[in-house]
């Protein structure tokens, strides 16, 4: 560990894993829902996201789960059961459903942006992430749920379900030419701040971007002072100049790793 001196140290990882998403497992679950009418399902497209009879597209807001396979590519690992769980819990449900729009309530596919819950009113994305087949994601505005969310992956973490039977992929091994969610663990070389955005270099090969525009949920804590920490984070990978990023728009998806 570099900078902070031994309780310099000690204090920022306490404030880290309390802040960026290591929420005890005993946390309250999600809360029930049956302010709207059920809808039904024509059909599950993967783990994340289904259309109505009535052609809606929704995506479920808040999680990400492990890829199908297109374009010849192979699906990722887990993520046929996580098609399968999705497709369980709405035949259990009657094939209806329950939406609660996000507040930013459409993605740039078109499609509809939900907390979604059984008829019964139960949390379709905790159920999910207590099987350990998605990893919660934060986008602003779309922060609704995000404590029982975290609770629930806090639970399939701590039993090593699904997808907590991996590690996550290291900085350095990222392939050159990965595209896509992911879960990456590194250590911080270099940090940087520019007009636009603070920046966080993961072992030279994985750059994570803070837009100035997210800075104000990162208003308490001290970014400069995570040089040297090996750091868990979350989030789209993308290619931009030959280098990798992930824009980390919420502490959520920042954590010290175990």
Not at 11 to 29: F, Q, R
Not at 37 to 64: E, N, Q, S
Not at 96 to 125: F, M, N
Not at 128 to 154: F, K, M, V
């Amino acid at each position: 560990m570099g900078g902070c001196g031994k309780w310099g140290s000690f204090w920022l990882g306490a404030i880290l894993l309390l802040a960026l998403g290591a929420y005890p497992a005993a946390y309250a679950a999600c809360p029930t829902f049956t302010a709207d009418a059920p809808r039904t399902i024509a059909k599950v497209f993967d783990g994340d996201t289904f259309v109505l009879v009535d052609g809606t597209r929704v995506r479920l807001a808040g999680i990400d789960t492990p890829e199908l396979g297109h374009d010849k590519r192979p699906d990722a690992p887990w993520a046929r059961d996580a098609e399968r769980l999705l497709g369980r819990i709405l035949a259990e449900s009657g094939g209806q459903v329950r939406l609660e729009p996000a507040q930013d309530a459409h993605d740039a596919y078109g499609r509809l942006l939900a907390y979604t819950y059984t008829r019964a009113g139960r949390s379709i994305q905790e159920q999910i992430l207590q099987a350990g087949l998605a990893l919660g994601y934060a986008r602003p505005p779309n922060l609704g749920h995000i404590d029982c969310y975290r609770a629930a992956e806090t639970q399939a973490r701590q039993r090593h379900l699904g997808l907590w039977q991996a590690h996550p992929q290291t900085a350095d091994t990222l392939p050159s030419d990965f595209a896509g969610f992911a879960r990456v663990q590194g250590v911080v070389r270099r940090v940087k701040r520019t007009r636009r955005s603070f920046w966080i270099d993961l072992d030279k090969r994985l750059s994570l971007r803070i837009a100035q525009e997210d800075m104000i949920h990162f208003a308490s804590f001290d970014l400069d002072h995570l040089m040297g920490h090996e750091l868990e984070v979350r989030g789209y990978v993308h290619l931009y100049r030959g280098q990798s990023q992930i824009r980390i728009r919420h502490p959520a998806d920042l954590r010290i790793a175990d």
